[in-house]
Structures are given as structure tokens and as C-alpha cells.
């Protein structure tokens, strides 16, 4: 049984801990970056940030205006789209572990071409990879998968105060997500489990996906 | 979030995987330790385990630090004990060290007299082979190893009996002398054995509040013969039962600790395995864990500190 990630969102109040803490566990440089009229920064996932909080407001029928905020991540889908497409030009530039079921970019993602490499970034329905013009490798959220394999809690869910992240077996974190849908629903009755059958990061959203960003969910 | 507990392979595998030099001692005993809890879940549903009724649990008595057994005569146990030694007896064959000697303790304990049970049992409970001496002589039979015998097999009871009378409960569930922290004392509120381990709880959602995480880490003590976890202060030694600061010291192997550490008493030398599980995904079996930290075991004899309580893989001289 692989391991699962609850991203419950009515819970994150956009510290971004998760996303630092990525970026000190992965060793990952800063880089520079602009304002541009919103707290989500850097603007878009890169090469130097796997995990991102990403910002959406919007005004509700009476007038309220509602923030929501979404720690995008890769979702390491059960029947990962990135790896097919990859492994039809150069087979193991991406592996899906079977112990944890993390979908990791390997070594080898540096021999894609630049059109296959952009033909995997396009494929991934959640838009997560992206390549890294140095080493010319596919670049994401790997799960912290040292870390995980050693039986240690991946850094964003480690550093989360919240309680918004939760990481274990996938049969518990389903049967968590589903008890805190119930709950939740009862203050945002629109609120739903996003493709949680499709991928191993469940995102529990309290409206429907366009209030949150494009590719939240299917 | 409620987790279920690893089985103690499971655990003792994991180990082997982040200590591969621990492998060949863990991987000795694994079957054994396995088969015990085999033993104990077996036992669980025994009509005769369902017949044995521990005290319950007064307020007024565990306050005073009186625990349960403390005043309870055990029925007797002959058959499960029999039961018990029938299932244990391949994988305790397969001791290289117990191999050629153990053919007489197999027919001593398929039949043990009610007087000898409580013999073994406050042996047993007070973790003193010695008091054994005596019985093991009349009946030509050495006491350490009839200790040895002797704890597992009541070990694997107590645990069943114990779960049944005052259980179920996981790690993140109470047990009834947790609540309001009515014991407080260093010693088990069931039998009165010193802990073989403690353990800081994982953070949880406080549903009080909207917007953090409960801290976690408090420490819970667990006794690894009857299974019982307690609460505890965090900076108090076990033994002496006093919080003082610095008092308690703490030994860690590495960076990569996995949450492991030894917590030691700076005024009576004696230490206990501490487990973070606020650094674990899974919740480990708390006595294959405690054993699986043989490593900072033998730090800690290096540092001439002590055991809280002696097990057959500490006892090394």
C-alpha cells in the first residue's frame, strides 16, 4: 500500500513553512523574484521551489470576499501520465517507487530531449514538472523520498502547524479525509476530496477547484 | 489521525534497514518476538483469559501509587501457560545458546503447580531471577534460564489479560489510569514492573483550535511486560521520581536518529530508550523498537550508566 498525503485546505493559513522547509531540506538556492500584486511568490513553481502556495481570492454572491490558499505539490499519481510519456523516449527518466508510490525524476530525465521534456511537462495534468536549465533535468516534488524511505515525515507535512498536511498509509489517510470532509462540509457544503481515487496527494478543497488555481484538480 | 501500530517485524525490519549492523541480532530474535505476539493476540480471545478478572481501577488506590496487582492473586494459569510454552517452544529451540538444554523446562512448565506459578510470577514482576533459586534447585533446573522462559511466557499472558480488562487501546487512545493523570508514578499502574521504554506522543488536532497543531511530545512510559502505557513527566527520572532541571540527560547516536535517544538520570545512573514519534511516519512496536535500540545500549553500558529495567538483550556484562 503506498503512502498518501491530506492537504487539507481549510486548515492552511498560508505561512508557507511547507514551502521553505522544502527548500532547506532539498538544499535549493534562492532565487530572485519580483512583486507582482500577490503574496504567492514566487509566482510559479521552478526548478528552485517543488512546493508553492499558491493565492486566490474571490467575492462570494453576498458580497464577502473569500482567500483561499493551496500548497501545490506533485500529486504522484497512481497511474503517473508523466512516466508514459517519459518512458516512451528514454524509459526510467521517471520511476514510480512501489513501496511509497512517490514518482520521482531521475538522473536519466537529463537525457530527454527538449521536446520530449516539454512533452512530459505538458502531459502531467497538474502542472507540476518543470526543467531545470542547468542540469537540464525534470524537476518536482520527490516526496522527500531519503526521508521517507527512513521512515521520517516528509519536511512540508514535519514543518506544517497547522495540522493541514497529514502523511501515512494510504487506507488511513483516505479514511482521515473522509472523516474530515464529513465535518467540513457542514460550514462549506460544496467541499470536496479532489481526484482522491487518481493520485496519492489528496487536497481537500472547500469550494470548487477554479477558486483555488486551474490545475487544483481534473 | 488514528494510526494503526506496526507489527514488531515490521518494526524490527525498518530497524534493520536504517542499522543494517544490528541485522544479524535483531533477525535471531525476530521470529521469537514475533511468535509472542502471535501468542498474545491468540490469547486475547482464550475463554479462559475472558475469565480472568484484574482489579478495576479505583481513583483513591492509584493515587497512593498502589498498583493493580499489587494486592491480587492470580488465578491459576497452568493451561494457558502450557498453551503459551507449546507455541514459544520452537522459535526458543532455535536460541543456539538454549538449544541443548531446554528439554527439561518444556515438561516443568506444562504442568506448573499453582504454589510454583505464583513463584514465577513475583519473579517474573519484580524482574529478579534470584528469587527463583531455590524452586529451580528442587526441581534441577537452572534459575536464569527459568526466568528467562518464565518472563516470556507470562509476559505474552499478562499482555493479553491486561488488554482484555482494561484495553482496547491504541497508542492515541487512554488508558483508565490516564485520565485526570491519576498515576504518576515511574513504575507500570498494572504490575509494578519499571518501563522498557518511553515514547513522545505525535502532535494532533486540538479541535479548541482552528488554526494550530498541538505541540505533541509528551512522554508516555511503556511496560514491556504487561503492555501497559502511562503518562509522565517529561523531566522526571522514573526512579527517583523527582523533576529536577538537568537531571535528565539525553544521549543520541546521530543525526539520523530516528527519533531514538536515550533519556539518563544524572543522579542515579539509570537510563531508559526514548522513541520521538513526532519524527516517525509509522508507530512502531514499542518492545521490538525498545530492542532494536541495542545500540545506545551499549553507549550507555560504555558510560556505566544502567538499565531501569534489565531485558535479556542489556543484561550483557
Not at chain 2, 492470580?74 to 538454549?98: E, F, N
Amino acid at each position: 500500500m503506498p503512502k498518501s498525503f491530506l492537504i487539507d485546505t481549510t486548515r492552511c493559513t498560508a505561512c508557507r513553512g511547507c514551502q521553505m522547509a522544502c527548500k532547506d531540506w532539498h538544499n535549493l538556492p534562492a532565487i530572485e523574484t519580483k512583486q507582482t500584486g500577490t503574496h504567492q511568490n514566487p509566482p510559479d513553481l521552478n526548478p528552485c521551489n517543488y512546493k508553492l502556495v499558491r493565492f486566490h481570492e474571490h467575492k462570494t454572491a453576498d458580497g464577502r470576499v473569500m482567500w483561499n490558499f493551496f500548497p501545490d505539490q506533485c500529486r504522484h499519481c497512481i497511474h503517473p501520465v508523466c512516466k508514459d510519456v517519459a518512458d516512451m523516449a528514454v524509459p526510467g527518466a521517471i520511476i514510480q517507487d512501489e513501496a511509497t508510490g512517490a514518482i520521482l525524476c531521475t538522473e536519466k530525465s537529463a537525457q530527454l530531449s527538449p521536446e520530449d521534456a516539454q512533452a512530459v511537462i505538458e502531459a502531467c495534468p497538474y502542472n507540476i514538472p518543470r526543467l531545470d536549465p542547468v542540469t537540464k533535468m525534470l524537476t518536482k516534488c520527490d516526496m522527500c523520498f531519503d526521508r521517507v524511505s527512513n521512515g521520517l515525515l516528509p519536511m512540508c507535512v514535519k514543518s506544517c502547524p497547522t495540522g493541514t498536511m497529514l502523511f501515512g498509509e494510504r487506507s488511513e489517510i483516505l479514511a482521515e479525509a473522509k472523516k474530515r470532509l464529513a465535518k467540513i462540509k457542514k460550514t462549506f457544503p460544496k467541499a470536496f476530496l479532489a481526484d482522491q481515487r487518481d493520485v496519492n496527494v489528496i487536497f481537500l478543497l472547500a469550494e470548487e477547484k477554479e477558486h483555488y488555481y486551474e490545475y487544483a484538480a481534473f | 489521525m488514528e494510526q494503526s501500530c506496526q507489527t514488531t517485524a515490521e518494526t524490527l525490519n525498518d530497524i534493520i534497514a536504517w542499522r543494517p549492523a544490528l541485522a544479524s541480532l535483531l533477525t535471531a530474535f525476530s521470529p521469537l518476538l514475533t511468535q509472542a505476539e502471535t501468542l498474545t493476540a491468540e490469547l486475547l480471545e482464550d475463554p479462559l483469559v475472558a475469565a480472568i478478572n484484574l482489579p478495576q481501577c479505583e481513583p483513591s488506590r492509584l493515587q497512593l501509587g498502589a498498583s493493580l496487582l499489587s494486592h491480587y492473586t492470580m488465578p491459576d494459569v497452568s493451561g494457558a501457560l502450557a498453551y503459551a510454552r507449546t507455541k514459544l517452544w520452537p522459535q526458543l529451540q532455535a536460541i543456539p545458546a538454549l538449544t541443548d538444554s531446554l528439554e527439561p523446562y518444556y515438561s516443568y512448565l506444562g504442568q506448573v503447580t499453582l504454589e510454583d506459578q505464583h513463584k514465577l510470577l513475583d519473579a517474573v514482576l519484580l524482574n529478579d531471577g534470584t528469587l527463583l533459586s531455590d524452586l529451580a534447585t528442587s526441581k534441577n533446573l537452572d534459575a536464569g534460564i527459568l526466568h528467562f522462559l518464565a518472563t516470556f511466557l507470562y509476559s505474552s499472558l499478562l499482555k493479553a489479560v491486561v488488554l482484555k480488562n482494561y484495553g482496547p487501546a491504541n497508542l492515541e487512545k487512554e488508558w483508565p489510569w490516564e485520565t485526570n493523570n491519576i498515576w504518576q508514578q515511574g513504575y507500570c499502574p498494572v504490575c509494578g514492573s519499571l518501563p522498557t521504554i518511553a515514547w513522545l506522543d505525535k502532535a494532533v488536532i486540538d479541535e479548541r483550535n482552528t488554526y494550530l497543531l498541538g505541540g505533541g511530545g509528551r512522554k508516555h512510559l511503556h511496560c514491556g511486560l504487561c503492555g501497559a502505557n502511562w503518562r509522565f513527566l517529561r523531566l522526571a527520572c522514573p526512579v527517583c521520581g523527582i523533576a529536577e532541571s538537568k537531571q535528565i540527560e539525553i544521549l543520541t547516536c546521530d543525526e539520523d536518529s530516528h527519533g531514538e535517544s536515550l533519556h539518563w538520570c544524572a543522579k542515579c545512573n539509570s537510563y531508559l530508550p526514548t522513541v520521538d514519534l513526532r519524527e516517525r511516519i509509522a508507530i512502531p512496536n514499542l518492545d521490538a523498537q525498545a530492542f532494536g535500540m541495542l545500540h545506545l545500549e551499549l553507549i550507555a553500558k560504555e558510560k556505566q550508566l544502567k538499565p531501569l529495567h534489565l531485558s535479556f538483550w542489556n543484561s550483557f556484562s
